[in-house]
């Protein structure tokens, strides 16, 4: 039997109308659909990376108009931590619901500072942002199923916000496949459990990180700063707080026969200090700690190490599906290709992990970001009309049809086309 794995990027579908992952889950349901009729064996990846904050990930890169001047109001301030805590508090309010950070291994970590999703939870809905799109007047922006994405809050009060964020991945993909849903195979990769010993991804992260550490020990490294970044993040108690700050822009690189974290985010609008060196021994003692359930920090898997998990997880089940029949693996990702630094490594890591005679493909949509409302809802109020007309959102509708054509030519005879 032919199966087609379909990866896709899917982050962020909770909170914003403009992610990427808004426009690519749509793609990859409406492919998913069309092979579940040709009778093709359909596998949905979810990439779900774990690391950067909501606040960053999901509204940030798309409020830089605001960047310089939360910037300003840190340099200004007077009383510096509080005014941190405001400037947190004022993104939050943009995001469909409330969260905290909840304490991972018996660690906390400062809560009113950006973190890693792996530690938010979910408190409740924002009621008077969600009252606000119930006004929303927007060709695309359907405002019924704000009540669905409220309803979906409640239910995940006190829970992780990466299970809110799959449920309204699923509550999409559902919409959009129909009556195909139930045959689609859907899990998610990237995504480590929730006790900070699987955050380092078991023995095979934590060979990819020893191998790259003795690289650096031994000189491996060119010395130009992208060369010296080791793959993990790791918590930090910034100058000033009192508590750890834990969010994957962090930075964790080679300096001087060192290990150096540097406590930073993503376009420094928290304007963080404070840094801390270590040995290259006592990082590899943190990291086994951690393994063994008694971690003293925090620590997680960042990219490049995340590229490579992935790779891993899709070349292993691919491996696995070979034995019942062809396989091809489709890569859906990004808008017009704007991603090109963690989907690149997405994309060379997976054609470098799977056997040559693997058909792989790496598809983008259009650029149709500034078509799509530029507020929070997330991906349920625009679905529908994303869905209106699924192969328009590829970068053209020639390579909609040819990604159904070339798996269903495997499975039906070739003078059938998907239409019929």
């Keep these: 039997m032919t199966t087609v794995l379909l990866l896709v990027e899917a ?45 960053e990930y999901s509204i940030l890169c798309h409020a830089k108009d605001d960047v310089a001047g939360f910037q300003e109001r840190i340099t200004n301030a007077a009383n510096l931590r509080e005014t941190r805590y405001g400037v947190v508090r004022e993104l939050r309010a943009r995001v469909p619901f409330s969260i905290d950070a909840a304490a991972a291994g018996g660690l906390r970590i400062e ?12 408190t409740g809905p924002n009621r008077s942002l969600l009252t606000s799109l119930r006004e929303v007047d927007h060709p695309m922006f359907e405002r019924s199923r704000v009540d669905e994405l409220e309803q979906l809050i409640e239910e995940h009060y006190d829970r992780p916000y990466l299970d809110l964020d799959l449920a309204v991945a699923k509550r999409a993909i559902v919409t959009v496949a129909g009556d195909a849903f139930g045959e689609i195979d859907i899990s998610t990769v990237s995504r480590p459990g929730s006790d900070p010993r699987h955050w380092l991804h078991e023995g095979d992260g934590r060979a990819m990180i020893e191998n790259d550490l003795l690289r650096k ?49 993503r ?8 840094s801390e ?18 971690a ?14 992935i790779a891993t997880s899709v070349a292993r089940e691919t491996a696995t599906l070979l034995e019942s029949g062809p396989v091809h693996v489709l890569f859906i990702d990004g808008i017009g290709g704007w991603n090109p630094t963690t989907a690149g490594l997405i994309d060379s890591e997976v054609q470098a992990a799977l056997p040559p005679d693997v058909p792989f493909r790496h598809v983008t949509a259009r650029d149709l970001y500034h078509d799509l409302p530029p507020f929070a809802g997330g991906i349920l109020p625009v679905v529908n009309a994303l869905a209106a007309d699924p192969a328009s959102l590829f970068e053209s509708t020639d390579i909609a049809e040819s990604l159904l054509q070339s798996v269903i030519d495997r499975v039906v005879p070739a003078t059938r086309s998907f239409h019929s």
């Design 217 to 265: 020990e031994g000189g491996g490294s060119n010395g130009g700063f992208h060369d010296r970044l080791i793959g993990v993040f790791a918590s930090i108690t910034p100058a000033g707080e009192d508590l750890p700050y834990f969010n994957s822009p962090t930075c964790c690189r080679v300096e001087h026969g060192k290990v150096r974290l540097i406590a930073r985010d």
């Design 277 to 294: 060196r270590m040995t290259f021994d006592r990082f590899r003692e943190l990291l086994d700690r951690q393994n063994d359930g008694g």
């Design 111 to 122: 809560g009113r500072l950006f973190h890693s999703p792996l530690l938010a939870r979910i």
């Design 11 to 55: 982050r962020g579908q909770a909170v914003h109308c403009r992610e990427d992952a808004c426009v690519n889950l749509v793609q990859a349901a409406w492919l998913a659909r069309e092979f579940v009729r040709a009778r093709v064996n359909v596998r949905m990846r979810l990439i779900t990376d774990a690391g950067q904050s909501i606040e």
């Design 296 to 309: 003293e920090r925090l620590m997680a898997i960042k990219y490049p190490h995340t590229s490579r998990i």
């Design 267 to 274: 376009v420094n609008v928290l304007g963080l200090t404070g």
